[in-house]
Nanobody, 117 residues
Framework: QVQLVESGGGLVQPGGSLRLSCAAS????????MGWYRQAPGKQRELVAR???????NYADSVRGRSTMSRDTAKNTVYLQMDSLKPEDTAVYYC???????????WGQGTQVTVSS
């Protein structure tokens, strides 16, 4: 059974930092690409960052240079370090896993990030 459990969200002031975590069970990173998405109120869910099984990582233009995605294979956990946060980064952040060899995919339950003074 696949489970993705996010943590690390919260309230932060503009310019601050957060590190989101996604603990994965039932999958191995060598066979899945992992991603972080976000959805702000009234907006569509959008890709923030994606790490492919080989380690290549792509970022949305809106977060490139301010965010870093990483993974710890021993802990089966992926992270999203977000710096210089802006109010427009406010959203629910979701962890996503996609099997490399099919369209099979999984979502976490989401974690709220609020950037406000």
């Amino acid at each position: 059974q696949v489970q993705l459990v996010e943590s690390g969200g919260g309230l932060v002031q503009p310019g601050g930092s957060l590190r989101l975590s996604c603990a994965a069970s039932g999958i191995t990173f060598s066979r899945y690409s992992m991603g972080w998405y976000r959805q702000a109120p009234g907006k569509q869910r959008e890709l923030v960052a994606r790490m492919y099984s080989g380690g290549t990582t792509n970022y949305a233009d809106s977060v490139r240079g301010r965010s870093t995605m990483s993974r710890d294979t021993a802990k089966n956990t992926v992270y999203l370090q977000m710096d210089s946060l802006k109010p427009e980064d406010t959203a629910v952040y979701y962890c996503h896993a996609r099997f490399t060899y099919s369209n099979q995919e999984y979502w976490g339950q989401g974690t709220q990030v609020t950037v406000s003074s």
